[in-house]
């Protein structure tokens, strides 16, 4: 026997040995994209995970479909590019250098800007590419050669061309508007970096009395108006109480003055129609500093904005009473109570649970405050967008994002980018002393202002903030490229992109920014496909924290089940754009599905080295092998030494099929059955691909390889081999082969080490995907197989009513139109559903019918039919017992609005088994 004909594989597949092999192999030698090659594009820029963080479960599947398309795509005949990298996460990790700053009793002032930055450095150099490690455990397919970080010295070149280019042209400026500010950071935060939680506080009801006490009532008594707040402590920066318009309680009062309790300063009252009538007693008080509503209204009626509260959380103002003064903001909340309580003021309380933005990185209660800073207005940005996404431009999927996305860009607000960090790209603005604002021209945006000799004669210093990171994360789909060089080989070659996969959570933060800032800045969409995944949430549907202590490490998963179990996990439960709960069952199954799938190529190996022990191989394999051809193009010689000379510009199933024209015992029924089923399911799962369903493709590929090749057709084929029919032989190894092709995207690290076990020298990653082909479809055979699958369901169908193991062998005879069929196949239905294919049978029979064929088992000398006719009719008795028990559960609405719906979906299960269990020994026993 040739030695090519001995590969070594084990028992079963250990992940723990396969992946870490190739996952090494895949960064040394990585999917390098050529940017000269005359195949189309396709490319995938990553979601850049913070530099700060460590793989999570949404990473794991985001990376999952994203390596999916992108294996896909390349195998498919594209230059394909997955490019990675990672975001500087400017707040995130400034805190956690500043963390350790701290544990050495000292401070970032300490060490000053230059020496921080150099400290930052030093830990992204030493920690931060975990993550990056962590994806290449994953088996992504990235060109490593491209990974790009957001302070890459080309991406921070883009940032300050965009913000020049957006100042010129009028859309960058500095001002005073509200912000969301973090007190423990002292920074703005972008609202992504917000976490909104649901908190237990209090409404109060407060007492403003009017300035002319004889006003008729409206919402209390005569010569007062109630209003309610959360925010007792901000009444000193009060500047007005809203009503609505058409709120015909306050009809008479809007123009009136009313004083603000504890104080003897007088407000207006003014009609607004952000009021909402129906909210607490229908008026507000307007408190434009401390409030993103109250400032669009003081701004719509040109109301001031003083502050009371100052950037450390604590009151600070003239406007505030002494007695307030310096009280930090929550501690100052039950004073004013009490003092409001004291002076009559204060009407009721009550609870109240209200939505409060907290720092996702400090966890401390983010402060609205008005602040000069940085904006963009982006709605003339926002317009070009949707005008592009009328034309058709970019596709959402699912669709039903495209209005979310819509909606957002056409209610749009200036965008604040400034934050007061050191780390990040710092703002390329300048000031002399009087304030005036200098920015490079667009004609020499690198050249820093203070060095440009036209203003020699001023005394500038350089805005002290930076950009919000998401400022350079809008410019990573091109900026990741080589852009702002318009000249750049890969942004000629793969820009625009043309997937962007990501959860639906970022549509706004991120998604519409990119948008935006490709149009801005290259007048084409970034991307033509945006594909938004669901969130990944626990077993009972809640996000997963710390805090809740429902976190599930990836890399755990990885350990028990396998990259290429939990890759299949994730793929399969990604259905469109839905939240994914997360499913042990789905990991089992996935580690089920590669024992499943390494036990059919070890039962194809064995048969190939018996077919050679045999001799049925021919005698010119050596020759071959001494020429360096591997283990495919031995066995495809033997089909030509053995078959005669096939078309050899086909694959080997079509060679197969082609030949068996002229002789026809070449292939079994099964062997053409399969080849027909497989030519359908090639086209169904490139059609799921295509459309991005990357979950409807691996669960079409999970079907057809347990339940139509495992169970089916390898069982069907084993008589064949026995007889040593080469076009069998073929067959199961060219299926298998076609079959580690399509799931190779989703399980490429099982799939890379079986194709290589089969022979083949090259990697399976950069073969070609296969392609339907109308020679390989069979309706005969197809229609022929199935009426063999049914006679096995029956057959095993009368066992079970029976009483046998489906081990024992029982007799069964024919009878319809289709037992030619079966008769002439008896070796594959005796085989599989363990039976004797008998002429006819004597005495009483039970039988089964399925697709126009009688089945007919012998009751005489199987069981005793006095004492079988009595276990079947308690069997009925108990399906009628468990059947209503179900129905009962079923129509308890108690029961139904107080069980977990997986407790709800197994009664309905139970209803229909059962009652599919009951009609079958209903037709059984009227028999008799």
């Given amino acids: 026997m040739n030695d090519i004909l001995k590969p070594e594989l084990a028992k079963s597949f250990d992940p723990s040995v396969a992946e870490p092999k190739w996952a090494e192999r895949w960064f040394r030698e990585p999917f390098r994209a050529d940017a000269s090659s005359s195949k189309p594009p396709f490319t995938i820029v990553i979601p850049p995970p913070n530099v700060t963080g460590s793989l999570h479960l949404g990473h794991a599947l985001d990376n999952t479909l994203i390596d999916t398309l992108i294996r896909y795509k390349r195998m498919a005949g594209f230059e394909a590019l997955y490019l990675p990298g990672t975001d500087h996460a400017g707040i995130s990790t400034q805190v956690v250098v500043e963390r350790q700053l701290k544990a050495e009793e000292k401070t970032r002032f300490d060490l000053g800007r230059e020496k921080f930055l150099e400290r930052v450095w030093d830990w992204k150099r030493q920690s931060g590419g975990e993550i990056l490690e962590q994806l290449r455990r994953l088996g992504v397919s990235a060109d490593w050669t491209r990974e790009r970080f957001t302070m890459d010295e080309g991406l921070s070149r883009a940032v300050r061309w965009q913000f020049v280019k957006l100042y010129h042209d009028g859309l960058a400026y500095r001002g005073e508007r509200i912000v969301n500010w973090d007190v423990a950071a002292q920074t703005t935060l972008s609202e992504l970096e917000i976490d909104r939680e649901e908190r237990k506080g209090q409404m109060s009801t407060l007492r403003y009395m009017l300035a002319d006490p004889s006003t008729p009532a409206s919402n209390g008594e005569a010569g007062e108006i109630l209003i309610a707040t959360v925010r007792p402590e901000t009444i000193f920066a009060d500047q007005a109480i809203a009503v609505h318009p058409t709120d015909e309680r306050f009809a008479h009062l809007i123009g009136l003055k009313a004083r603000i309790p504890l104080t003897k300063r007088l407000i207006p009252i003014i009609a607004d129609e952000a009021v909402e009538m129906d909210f607490g007693v229908g008026a507000l008080k307007i408190t434009p ?136 790209h710092q703002i390329p603005a300048w000031y002399d002393e009087q304030g005036n604002v200098y920015v490079p021209s667009p004609e020499n945006p690198d050249l820093d202002c203070d060095k440009d000799p036209q203003y020699a004669h001023l005394t500038l210093r350089r805005d002290p903030d930076v950009f919000d990171t998401w400022f350079s994360s809008n410019l990573w789909p091109f900026s990741t490229l080589g852009w702002p060089d318009l000249h750049a080989e890969d942004f000629q070659k793969f820009y625009p992109t043309q997937v962007l996969m990501t959860g639906y959570d970022i549509l706004f933060f991120w998604v519409a920014r990119m948008q935006m800032a490709g149009y801005a800045q290259t007048d084409r969409a970034p991307f033509s496909q945006i594909m938004l995944h669901g969130l990944y949430l626990d077993q009972l549907g809640q996000k997963m924290s710390k805090s809740k202590g429902n976190g599930i490490d990836p890399l755990d998963l990885f350990g028990e089940y396998g990259v290429d179990a939990s890759r299949f996990a994730f793929a399969f439960l990604s259905t469109g754009g839905q939240d994914i709960k997360h499913d042990p069952r789905r990991f089992e199954q996935g580690r089920n599905f590669a024992n499943k799938l390494w036990n059919a190529a070890r039962f194809a190996l064995l048969n190939i080295q018996k077919a050679d022990e045999a001799g049925l191989l021919g005698e010119s394999g050596p020759d071959i092998a001494d020429r360096g051809d591997d283990l495919t193009r031995y066995v495809r010689h033997a089909v030509r030494e053995r078959l005669g000379d096939p078309i050899r510009s086909k694959g080997a199933l079509s060679t197969v099929v082609e030949q068996s024209k002229a002789q026809p015992e070449l292939l079994t029924l099964a062997d053409r059955w399969i080849i027909s089923r497989l030519d359908t399911v090639t086209r169904e799962v490139s059609a799921h691909l295509d459309a991005l369903d990357i979950g409807a493709a691996i669960r079409t590929l999970y079907s057809f390889t347990w339940d139509e090749f495992c169970d089916w057709y390898i069982e069907a084929a084993k008589p064949a081999l026995q007889e040593g029919r080469l076009g069998t032989l073929v067959t199961v190894k060219a299926v298998l082969e076609h079959i580690l092709k399509m799931l190779h995207p989703v ?22 995907w296969p392609e339907g082909d109308d020679t390989l479809h069979d309706a005969e055979a197809t229609r022929a197989f199935e009426t063999l699958r049914a006679a096995v369901g029956a057959a095993r169908s009368l066992k079970n009513e029976l009483g046998l193991s489906p081990q024992e062998r029982l007799n069964i005879a024919l009878e319809g139109e289709q037992a030619a069929v079966v008769l002439e196949n008896r070796a594959v239905v005796e085989g599989i559903a363990r039976v004797n294919l008998v002429e006819s049978l004597e005495g009483r029979t039970l039988s089964a019918v399925e697709a126009g064929l009688s089945v007919l088992a012998p009751l005489e000398g199987t069981v005793d039919i006095a004492e079988w006719l009595g276990k079947q009719k308690k069997r009925l008795a108990e399906l009628d017992k468990q059947i209503t028990q179900a129905r009962a559960k079923l129509g308890n609405a108690g029961f139904v609005a107080r069980a977990p719906a997986e407790v709800i979906e197994e009664e309905q299960r139970r209803v229909t088994d059962f009652s599919a269990q009951k009609v079958r020994l209903e037709a059984v026993l009227a028999q008799f």
Avoid at 357 to 371: D, H, L, M, Y
Avoid at 747 to 768: C, D, K, N
């Fill in 289 to 424: 500093a401390h409030d993103p509503t109250d400032f669009e209204i003081g701004e719509r009626h040109g109301l001031a904005r003083p502050s009371v509260i100052d950037l450390y959380g604590n009151l600070s103002s003239e406007l505030v009473p002494e007695a307030f003064r310096g009280m930090e903001r929550f501690a100052a909340r039950k004073a004013v109570v009490k003092a409001l309580e004291a002076e009559g003021a204060l009407v009721e309380q009550k609870d109240h649970t209200t939505a409060i933005g907290i720092s996702e990185r400090t966890k401390v209660a983010v402060e609205p405050i008005v602040s000069t800073q940085w904006f963009v207005n982006v709605k003339p940005m926002a317009a070009r967008v949707l005008e592009g996404l009328d034309a058709g431009e970019m596709q959402l999927i699912p669709e039903r994002y495209t209005k979310v996305n819509r909606d957002w860009l056409e209610n749009i607000r200036d965008w604040n980018i400034s934050r007061q960090l050191w780390w990040g």
């Fill in 747 to 768: 399980m490429p690290f099982i799939t890379s080490e079986l194709y290589q076990s089969l022979g083949h020298r090259r990697q399976l990653a950069v073969h070609s």
